[in-house]
């Protein structure tokens, strides 16, 4: 389970200004390269993994992407974009995400994906024997900590015990409830809670609220229309824990998860460009001091 898990041992944090430090501090030895530029980095490849697991013939499952989202995530949590090049990363998350959460697809897969959009037999050869390369690498960059509990598996059981929690207290207080409707309703407020949990992944949430928060928080957001009070719903999950004020602190923090994903803004093309061609003049500089 979550809580005994090395993900909360290991990459869970108390506070925002905790994670900017960590990463503030892989920076103290550069000039022109800080933090900041690392972030507009890792979520514009981030984005790429999305979009590759979103594209590829078969689809790579939600779950297994927010795996492979969380170990890019990881890596540059403690690691700087300069030593690390994230291009040479980011394919390998996929890779071993796929493996650990045991979705087959092979590096032979991988290698037919990258024909198929548009590399060449030669160019799909060097990202499959890049990907074969830097598997180990990665593997101990992410302090072989490879199981990743993500928000899809707890939203579920939300939305089961929603379903049942609101028929049961509208036919208590209505008999002529229309089911077929609200179950309906439940859908499309899963399909909103989906995109939101999609979008969290970008975000710094993984590392500060636990996956079942977040699960809750997309409910949150995606119930804000509906034609029920899901505060109802929040309270009935918290009424049973032993500290009284167990409700007020969780609602504090779902609202304070949904703060965090709809804050988030991805770079452009043309930031994410500038800021590579300063990573590149870093490596430039530390090369001839080398020669």
């Known amino acids: ?11 869970f944090f108390d506070s925002a200004s905790q994670l900017a430090s960590i990463r503030n501090s892989k920076y103290k030895s550069f ?35 927010a795996t492979a989202c969380a ?28 493996k650990v959460d045991e979705f087959n697809l092979t590096a ?72 077929k409707a609200f179950l309906s309703e439940i859908d499309s407020i899963s399909s909103k809670a989906d995109n939101f949990i999609l979008w969290s992944l970008a975000t710094d949430v993984c590392f500060l609220f636990s996956p079942s928060q977040i699960a809750l928080a997309a409910i949150l957001y995606a119930s804000r229309n509906a034609n ?11 009424k049973s824990a032993e500290d009284p004020n167990c409700f007020e602190n969780v609602h504090r923090k779902l609202r304070e998860i949904i703060d965090v994903v709809k804050s988030l803004k991805l770079p452009s093309k043309e930031v994410v460009k500038s800021i590579l061609a300063k990573v590149d003049e870093v490596l430039e500089c530390r090369n001839e001091e080398n020669m």
């Open 1 to 11: 389970m979550f809580h005994e898990s090395t993900q909360r041992t290991l990459w």
């Open 31 to 65: 000039v022109t390269v800080n933090a900041e530029d690392e972030k507009q980095i890792v979520l514009y490849y981030d984005r790429l993994v999305r979009e590759f697991c979103d594209t590829c013939k078969p689809r790579i499952p939600r779950p297994t992407m």
């Open 71 to 98: 170990y890019l995530k990881r890596v540059y949590l403690k690691n700087n974009i300069i030593d690390y090049p994230i291009e040479l990363y980011y394919r390998t998350c996929i890779y071993l995400a796929c």
């Open 108 to 179: 032979d897969d991988f290698r037919a994906i990258f024909v198929t959009s548009g590399s060449s037999e030669k160019d799909a050869d060097f990202l499959v024997a890049q990907i074969i390369s830097t598997e180990l690498k990665l593997i101990g960059l992410l302090n072989y900590s490879l199981i990743i509990y993500s928000p899809y598996r707890p939203i579920e059981g939300f939305l089961i015990a929603m379903k049942h929690f609101y028929i049961h207290e509208s036919e208590e207080k209505n008999p002529d409830v229309d089911e």
């Open 228 to 238: 029920f009070d899901i505060v109802l719903f929040i309270k009935h999950v918290t």
